[in-house]
């Protein structure tokens, strides 16, 4: 994405062509920093600890962890013992996303495939690489499917403000381009179709506040910061038009786990007949679970997230306690929102409904 005139994305390969740069969006929006990861220690480091987020940068990210391994495993006693190792390691770093593991697996095939350190490192970037332009061309698709459905409710409104709802980021940010929810925001707002995004804060990490403000308005879509509960009472007095929110795994059977309090904004938009649709490339389906609700592992994690906040204070990022001192927290990452709530997904396919048939319609491969 272009961001103060400068063409940017949340990962890159350096030119040494074995240290994998990316943002530390644990900074934004105040502070603009690049994080160097040389080692899967670090890599693993930067997952856990939301440098990077979002299902398909995470993806392409333990897919550029295994090119580091690679690299670093090439003067290892057993090599492909070592590398086979840091993978696992990798794959345990969250639970929820299941583009950590697609990615991780896909390049440790490649690697697998040929016999001397010098293959595994070239095949190991190489995937990396088109793993990462593969997913900003999905999403580029996911823009121009989603735009669609935008551009038909601006006609229904004879020009007027078409209003979006989303939850957490699931922009630029979190993919590689474009985004995956935003990525029909951008194209509609490029056609020139007049919207404006209300914008979940997203507690307890404030990944709305943050970030999906940022990236809007580096791009000039107009938009509001509004709490996490303000959505249900917009929706009841006709000023959400739809609500378009990410994922980071959705069953083939249309269950869709997101950021927490994706599931309650679901159920307002049922009971407000809006409609709600889940934006995600082909990579963030789980082609073996049937039952979300049952079967997706929902990552707890520190309660600490929960009791403080963070934000800029006399010039410099700081915490700030919430809570008593001595009350305790939990803090449950993410939720999922049953299919039954799903209006669509928007893919790089097309847009379908939230049911199995539906889904393998546009992707029969998975049968």
């Known amino acids: 994405m272009n961001i103060d005139g400068k063409t940017v994305r949340p990962i890159w390969l350096d030119t040494d062509q074995k240290t994998v740069k990316v943002i530390d969006q644990r900074q934004l929006p105040h502070r603009f920093v690049v994080a160097d990861l040389t ?57 929820t996303a299941v583009n950590l593991d697609w990615g991780v697996n896909r390049v440790l095939d490649k690697v697998l495939a040929v016999e001397t350190p010098e293959e595994r490192i070239f095949e190991a970037r190489v995937e990396a690489a088109a793993i990462a332009e593969e997913e900003a061309e999905n999403c580029r698709m996911i823009g121009v499917y989603g735009a669609e459905r935008i551009e038909a409710i601006s006609l229904e409104k004879k020009g007027k403000t078409v209003n979006i709802l989303t939850h957490c980021n699931a922009g630029w940010l979190a993919c590689i381009e474009h985004g995956t929810a935003t990525a029909p925001i951008y194209e509609a707002f490029d056609r020139g179709v007049d919207l404006h995004v209300w914008v979940d804060e997203t507690r307890p990490l404030n990944q709305g506040a943050r970030l999906t403000a940022w990236e809007l308005g580096k791009q000039g ?25 990410g994922t980071d795994r959705s069953t083939h059977t249309g269950d869709v786990a997101n950021k927490i309090g994706t599931y309650l904004k679901a159920l307002a938009a049922k009971d407000n007949d809006i409609p709600f649709y889940v934006a995600l490339p082909s990579s963030t389906f789980d082609w073996t679970m049937t039952d979300g609700v049952k079967e997706i592992p929902i990552e707890e994690r520190s309660p600490d997230e929960v009791r403080y906040i963070q934000g800029m204070a006399d010039g410099q990022i700081t915490r700030v306690l919430v809570p008593p001192e001595d009350s305790p927290a939990a803090d449950f990452a993410f939720d999922v929102t049953p299919a039954r709530l799903v209006t669509g997904f928007i893919t790089e396919r097309g847009i379908c409904g939230a049911s199995e048939s539906e889904i393998h319609r546009l992707f029969p491969e998975h049968d």
């Open 39 to 95: 080692t899967v220690d670090e890599v693993i480091h930067a997952i856990k600890e939301m440098y990077v987020r979002g299902a398909p940068l995470i993806g392409a990210t333990g897919a550029y962890g295994v090119m580091i391994a690679t690299c670093n495993g090439e003067d290892a006693a057993d090599s492909l013992k070592f590398i086979r190792q840091e993978c696992e390691r990798l794959k345990a770093a969250r639970p």
């Open 221 to 245: 879509v107009p938009h509001t910061v509004i709490t996490d509960n303000a959505g249900g009472h917009l929706m009841q007095h006709g000023r959400v038009d739809m609500v378009i929110v």
